[in-house]
């Protein structure tokens, strides 16, 4: 076998290859994009199921029982009532402050330490309050005085 002979039959070998290689490369997002689709694959006797998702969940037409199912999924970790951690990463956490009457501020320390960063703080009552000070441990809230002692929920969330 020369060296002409070798040579065309390594290029007749890579050539399907190579042409399979350079189309998907040229089509890489629409493949990536039809692999996250992809539900399950069946060939014979093999069945791989990727996902456990209904079409209808897909659709947004899904029942209030696979509503439920779904967003178990998504919860990592529950500690009810102080925190829920998420599957994309996002903490919430739930904090009840009692405020004693004729205060006007105070420090709170959050329950479980936000990893990068807290995003917003909701709170939930008839009490205006202004956040400052605000880390991924605690934040200092100031609000007006009052006569009573009174109670307010926090929603805090962070990733």
């Known amino acids: 076998m020369s060296w002409l002979e070798f040579f065309s039959s390594v ?3 890579i050539a399907w290859p190579s042409i399979i290689g350079v189309i998907a490369f040229i089509y890489r997002n629409k ?16 069945d791989i199921k990727f996902a456990e998702v ?21 919860i990592i970790y ?11 990463g996002m903490l919430v956490q739930k904090i009840i402050l009692s405020i004693k009457a004729y205060v006007s501020s105070s ?14 703080i ?13 880390t991924v441990s605690g934040c200092d809230l100031s609000y007006t005085s009052s006569t009573e002692d009174r109670e307010v929920t926090l929603i805090v969330s962070g990733i």
């Open 11 to 13: 290029l007749k070998t």
């Open 31 to 46: 493949i990536s994009t039809m692999i996250h689709r992809l539900i399950s694959v069946k060939y014979k006797d093999l």
């Open 54 to 74: 209904s079409k209808a969940m897909i659709d947004g037409n899904f029942s209030e029982k696979e509503k439920k199912e779904y967003q178990q999924l998504q």
């Open 78 to 88: 529950d500690e009810p009532p102080f925190f829920r951690l998420y599957a994309n």
């Open 107 to 120: 420090d709170v320390t959050f329950v479980v330490v936000f990893p990068n960063e807290v995003i917003s």
């Open 122 to 134: 909701q709170p939930s009552g008839s009490i205006d309050i202004v956040v400052s000070n605000l």
